[in-house]
């Protein structure tokens, strides 16, 4: 089109600007944006909401915001996609007073508006805002919907306020706003981290009632739920009712066996997937396998399984899938085997995979690689008392009753860095 000096025309543009965005081409976008002004452009809605779309995926909000200003007429769809920009970087303080300035010059927003704020707001955890804007909502003659509640309801959940989450559930129930498949599968994980199977079984039959039981996401979060509160016969059946599996039903069946001891029967479902699914294999079906060869004590399997990850899937190891080797091999009495793989390790060990040799140590009582695990675990978390309890209680065992006991006040003292720097031979003289 250029060649032929056209020039790409408004109903071209932007699309060209989403594959920008969408690629985060920023050289690309800001060409794009040099053509737009040179062909003064920049009031069309469409063309502007290409550009500040763009420049939100580029991760450049200023001047996305820059974009929104420079509109002689302020458009809403443009302020809708620069809100929920903000809020998806986080931005919620510069969101609110976006739309309060836009308010005040005339601009109202919508549903959509208010919705992209109440999310952005509920994925920062920030729970005191949910009234101001609620009311800010209805003065503006907007009622929170079914995608409002859940919004706030998905947040409380995401940030572990579990109660709260329940409380609105019941208050959005209370003001006759039936919830959707989004709300049942948002409030399912919270019976599931509660192992609260009777209000489980209620979301359950909600969810049956609206006719949204065969959802997906639904059908994933009532396995989730189930294996969770130990029903794995009824976690199997809503499994084997997916039609369409996703990795995340794949996962979730996987991880419920393997959690609740049915080991065998993991690798299987596993097996499953591989000769099913096969395409849908992600590193959390992977860490999910080699959870279940932890627990269910299949040494040689889960090596196997750590190799093929790598080699036929061609999936870089993470720090869980470590944690899992660790535990394996642990488990196994093969310490050595475990401290050698942490050495090994293209990363920083975390929490996770010393705390893994740490129980493994206590198990087999080993000492000396014990002290090993404990000191880099102080050194991740100094004030956290547990790894400095856990060598205590080793020590007990081993019959160094005295050095326990000193451990155990230094402990409560958060003096772990100094006091682990001393050898077990040391304090035994």
Same mark, same amino acid.
């Given at each position: 089109?250029?060649?032929?000096?056209? +020039?790409?025309?408004?109903?071209?543009?932007?699309?060209?600007?989403?594959? &920008? @965005?969408?690629?985060?081409?920023?050289?690309?976008?800001?060409?794009?944006?040099?053509?737009?002004?040179?062909?003064?452009?920049?009031?069309?809605? /469409?063309?502007?909401?290409?550009?500040?779309?763009?420049?939100?995926?580029? +991760?450049?909000?200023?001047?996305?915001?820059?974009?929104?200003?420079?509109?002689?007429?302020?458009?809403?769809?443009?302020?809708? *996609?620069?809100?929920?920009?903000?809020?998806?970087?986080?931005?919620?303080?510069?969101?609110?007073?976006?739309?309060?300035?836009?308010?005040? *010059?005339?601009?109202?927003?919508?549903?959509?508006?208010?919705?992209?704020?109440?999310?952005?707001?509920?994925?920062?955890?920030?729970?005191?805002? /949910?009234?101001?804007?609620?009311?800010?909502?209805?003065?503006?003659?907007?009622?929170?919907?079914?995608?409002?509640?859940?919004?706030?309801?998905?947040?409380?959940?995401?940030?572990?306020?579990?109660?709260?989450?329940?409380?609105? /559930?019941? #208050?959005?129930?209370?003001? @006759?706003?039936?919830?959707?498949?989004?709300?049942?599968?948002?409030?399912?994980? *919270?019976?599931?981290?509660?192992?609260?199977?009777?209000?489980?079984?209620?979301?359950?039959?909600?969810?049956?009632?609206?006719?949204?039981?065969?959802?997906?996401?639904?059908?994933?979060?009532?396995?989730?739920?189930?294996?969770?509160?130990?029903?794995?016969?009824?976690?199997?059946?809503? /499994?084997?009712?997916?039609?369409?599996?996703?990795?995340?039903?794949?996962?979730?069946?996987?991880? @419920?066996?393997?959690?609740?001891?049915?080991?065998?029967?993991?690798?299987?479902?596993?097996?499953?997937?591989?000769?099913?699914?096969?395409? $849908?294999?992600?590193?959390?079906?992977?860490?999910?396998?080699?959870?279940? &060869?932890?627990?269910?004590?299949?040494?040689?399997?889960?090596?196997?399984?750590?190799?093929?990850?790598?080699?036929?899937? @061609?999936?870089?190891?993470?720090?869980?899938?470590?944690?899992?080797?660790?535990?394996?091999?642990?488990?196994?009495?093969?310490?050595?085997?475990?401290?050698?793989?942490?050495?090994?390790?293209?990363? #920083?060990?975390?929490?996770?995979?010393?705390?893994?040799?740490? +129980?493994?140590?206590?198990?087999?009582?080993?000492?000396?690689?014990?002290?090993?695990?404990?000191?880099?675990?102080?050194?991740?978390?100094?004030?956290?008392? +547990?790894?400095?309890?856990?060598?205590?209680?080793?020590?007990?065992?081993?019959?160094?009753?005295?050095?326990?006991?000193?451990?155990?006040?230094?402990? $409560?003292?958060?003096?772990?860095?100094?006091?682990?720097?001393?050898?077990?031979?040391?304090?035994?003289?």
């Amino acid at each position: 089109m250029q060649r032929h000096g056209t +020039g790409p025309v408004e109903f071209v543009l932007p699309s060209i600007l989403k594959s &920008c @965005g969408r690629l985060r081409d920023l050289r690309a976008g800001e060409c794009m944006h040099a053509i737009v002004e040179k062909r003064s452009m920049e009031d069309d809605p /469409f063309v502007s909401c290409g550009l500040v779309d763009m420049y939100l995926k580029c +991760g450049l909000v200023g001047r996305a915001r820059q974009v929104f200003e420079g509109m002689p007429v302020k458009d809403l769809a443009v302020l809708n *996609a620069l809100v929920s920009g903000y809020a998806r970087h986080g931005l919620m303080q510069e969101a609110l007073e976006l739309v309060e300035n836009v308010r005040s *010059a005339g601009l109202n927003p919508d549903l959509v508006t208010w919705n992209s704020i109440i999310a952005g707001f509920s994925r920062k955890g920030d729970a005191s805002m /949910f009234p101001k804007v609620f009311m800010t909502m209805m003065i503006d003659g907007f009622e929170p919907d079914v995608v409002s509640w859940t919004s706030v309801i998905s947040g409380f959940v995401q940030n572990f306020w579990i109660r709260d989450a329940f409380r609105t /559930f019941a #208050e959005m129930m209370a003001r @006759g706003i039936l919830p959707n498949s989004a709300t049942i599968s948002s409030i399912l994980p *919270a019976c599931a981290s509660l192992a609260d199977l009777r209000r489980g079984k209620e979301i359950h039959g909600h969810a049956i009632v609206i006719g949204v039981e065969t959802d997906v996401f639904v059908r994933s979060a009532l396995v989730d739920m189930y294996a969770k509160c130990g029903l794995i016969s009824h976690a199997k059946i809503s /499994f084997d009712q997916i039609s369409e599996r996703s990795s995340v039903s794949w996962n979730t069946m996987i991880f @419920g066996l393997a959690n609740n001891g049915y080991c065998n029967e993991a690798i299987e479902t596993f097996a499953q997937m591989e000769k099913e699914d096969r395409g $849908r294999i992600d590193h959390l079906t992977f860490t999910a396998a080699l959870t279940a &060869c932890s627990h269910g004590g299949m040494i040689e399997f889960g090596k196997s399984l750590f190799k093929n990850m790598q080699e036929v899937y @061609g999936i870089k190891p993470r720090l869980e899938h470590y944690a899992c080797l660790v535990d394996l091999l642990g488990r196994g009495g093969n310490l050595m085997e475990a401290h050698n793989l942490i050495k090994a390790m293209p990363m #920083e060990a975390d929490m996770f995979v010393w705390g893994a040799l740490l +129980g493994a140590c206590r198990m087999h009582g080993s000492i000396e690689l014990a002290e090993v695990a404990a000191r880099h675990l102080s050194e991740l978390e100094p004030r956290s008392p +547990g790894s400095g309890l856990l060598l205590s209680s080793l020590y007990a065992n081993a019959g160094g009753w005295e050095y326990a006991s000193q451990l155990k006040r230094m402990t $409560r003292r958060r003096k772990m860095r100094e006091f682990l720097g001393r050898t077990w031979i040391e304090a035994m003289g």
